[in-house]
């Protein structure tokens, strides 16, 4: 599991944190049943404080995502709560917003932006690049 803290973001890290468990969690990264890094690890790779691992695992299990395992770890659970792919596209939505945000302040336009992301969409090799503007992609 993969999680990446920007520092300069202005997001808190607890949230950057259980944003990208959750995001893997719907993604297929995480499958219902594994097992993730004891907070002691996973606080350590990340070089944050232990509490703020804790804290993110207690609300990831509040939300039902996951389950803790008294002496035995913290798990993703077996079914996924419903309403789940509509909490991470508004999280995407959010982090679009974020993204555009940085756009304007580095002058970069709307038409570049699409570029960018176009380009992104085939380095990954998982999705054709968008339609232009008339265009269906489908």
Known sequence: MFIRIETTS???ISR???DQIRSHAVSGVLAPGDRLPSVRQLAKDLAVNQNTILHVY???TAEGLLERRQGDGTYVVDTLPRGRAKAQREL???EIDRLSHRALDL???CDQVHKLLDESFVRTG???PLAKKGQTNG
Request: zero cysteines; a positive charge; glycine letters at 12%.
């Open 58 to 60: 207690e609300r990831l």
């Open 126 to 128: 998982k999705e054709r």
């Open 10 to 12: 202005g997001v808190p």
């Open 107 to 109: 002058g970069i336009t």
């Open 92 to 94: 995407l939505i959010r």
């Open 16 to 18: 950057q944190i259980a």
